[in-house]
């Protein structure tokens, strides 16, 4: 299994554990650190690609113009990829949706709900509606030939598949302790919570330490679906 990751190390939060519990072992690859994304891509378990500040239509970043030329070859190979908000946006944009910010300019950055959408529940391991982690101010557009599986009142479009084996989400199911830790304990603390939209450092740490273990639990549960995708 290839964990990509665009800030730090740490980025993979939960999935590692949650990819062990399943057999499956990975290896992170720290893509703005110039590591090279495999050639052989048929050898891969699987690929998840994670969040970060950058844009997907950062077409001038070497390493983000280096990602969206790579991940056609994955979905070709049939290889189970998960994109995770900024990974959710560079899959969606290899498929020829669009990724931008809200009209509004709204921020997520916090706990809030998403549910399924109508026949969606199998697709995604989801069964009713789940509070999950955000940190976002740009949401893809549904692909064409793409499903969509679940929204939200704000950002509507949160989880989408494509074909066997692909899905991005735009929200943060990885997120850990270490994660949010390290996201909103700094010195100085970030500048996103200054966002329309975002929520403060004591309702996100209240709001986590009360549905981190239900959105785990759901985590689990969907990697076991998403990594069966292949087999079938």
């Known amino acids: 299994m290839l964990l990509v990751t665009h800030v ?9 554990d949650l990819l062990a519990g399943l057999g499956r072992p990975a290896r ?14 048929e050898a ?16 001038h970043v070497d390493y983000v113009r280096a990602e969206l030329d790579w991940m056609p070859r994955v979905m070709a190979a049939g290889v189970p990829l998960l994109g995770i908000c900024l990974g959710g946006q560079m899959v969606a944009r290899t498929l020829g949706a669009t990724v931008g910010p809200d009209p509004e300019g709204l921020y997520e950055f916090g706990y809030y709900p998403i549910e399924p959408v109508d026949g969606a ?28 599986l679940a929204r939200r009142d704000v950002f509507e479009n949160q989880a989408f598949r494509y074909g066997a084996t692909t899905w991005g989400v735009q929200f943060h199911p990885e997120v850990n302790d270490t994660v ?10 970030p500048e ?3 966002r329309s939209g975002a929520q403060t450092v004591a309702v996100q740490h209240a709001n986590h330490a009360r549905h981190n273990r239900a959105m785990h639990d759901w985590l689990g549960r969907f990697l076991a679906l ?7």
């Open 226 to 232: 998403w990594l069966a995708s292949a087999e079938r």
């Open 28 to 41: 992170v690859m720290r893509a703005n650190k110039g590591q090279p994304f495999p050639a052989d891509v």
């Open 121 to 148: 529940t199998e697709e995604l391991a989801l069964d009713g509606t789940l509070n999950v982690a955000h940190r976002h101010g740009e949401a893809f557009t549904i692909p064409v030939g793409a499903r969509r």
């Open 8 to 16: 730090t190390a740490f980025d993979v939060g939960a999935i590692p």
């Open 44 to 59: 891969l378990g699987g690929v998840v690609s994670f969040g970060g500040p950058q844009s997907a239509n950062d077409d």
């Open 192 to 194: 996103d919570l200054e």
């Open 180 to 189: 949010l830790g390290r996201w909103l304990d700094g010195d100085p603390p």
